[in-house]
Every structure is written in C-alpha cells, then in structure tokens.
Nanobody, 122 residues
Framework: QVQLVESGGGLVQAGGSLRLSCAAS????????MYWFRQAPGKEREFVAL????????YYTDSVKGRFTITRDNAKNMVTLQMNSLKPEDTAVYYC???????????????WGKGTLVTVSS
C-alpha cells in the first residue's frame, strides 16, 4: 500500500520559516517525480514545486521562487519543502504528491498525501 505522509506544518509568523517533509512508502520512490501542491481556504488547488526523479532539477510556481526549495533523498524515500520568508498568502494545506508525469494541474498524480496545514500570521 502506497503512503505519502506529510509533516512539519504549523503556525508561523510572517517572515518565518518552516520545513515540510513527506515520507513515502510502498512505491519505487525514485521512479516518481515528486510534487508539492497547496490549497488555501476557498481557493483551488495550486502547484507549488516539483522535483525530478533524480533531484537534479526543480520547478516552482512564480509566487514562491527564491523563497521555497524542494529537495529529495531517494535513499530515505523523502521529499522536503523548505519554506523561507513566509507570507500570510502562503497559508494553505500543503500536499505531497507523486507522478510519473510532468503535470502542474495535479490531475495526473498517481498518489497523494493527506496534507499538512501551514498557517502564516501577519
């Protein structure tokens, strides 16, 4: 059974940092591109970041470029999202996802985690 389990969410003041982790099990982790998406209250799901299978390339939505960093450790089946200079508009539930495809819509993910809540206070 495939599981993606996020952790590291919480409440932080604007300008602060959080590090989200996603532990994967039950899948050949290195075969999947790993994603972070987020969904703010009342808004649609949004692509945040993508890390390729080897981890040598990453992609970000414009609003987080220069502030967020996605990395992965294929030996530990783990992907992380380091979030710095957080803003209130970063408040959302953050989801880890895995896909064999490039897909910024989220419609073509093979697996999803249950999410972790990040709240940034002003």
């Amino acid at each position: 059974q495939v599981q993606l389990v996020e952790s590291g969410g919480g409440l932080v003041q604007a300008g602060g940092s959080l590090r989200l982790s996603c532990a994967a099990s039950g899948l050949t982790f290195s075969a999947y591109k790993m994603y972070w998406f987020r969904q703010a209250p009342g808004k649609e799901r949004e692509f945040v970041a993508l890390c390729t299978r080897s981890g040598d390339s990453s992609y970000y939505t414009d609003s987080v470029k220069g502030r967020f960093t996605i990395t992965r450790d294929n030996a530990k089946n783990m992907v992380t999202l380091q979030m710095n200079s957080l803003k209130p508009e970063d408040t959302a539930v953050y989801y880890c996802a895995a896909s064999v495809r490039f897909d910024a819509t989220g419609n073509d993910m093979n697996y999803w985690g249950k999410g972790t809540l990040v709240t940034v206070s002003s």
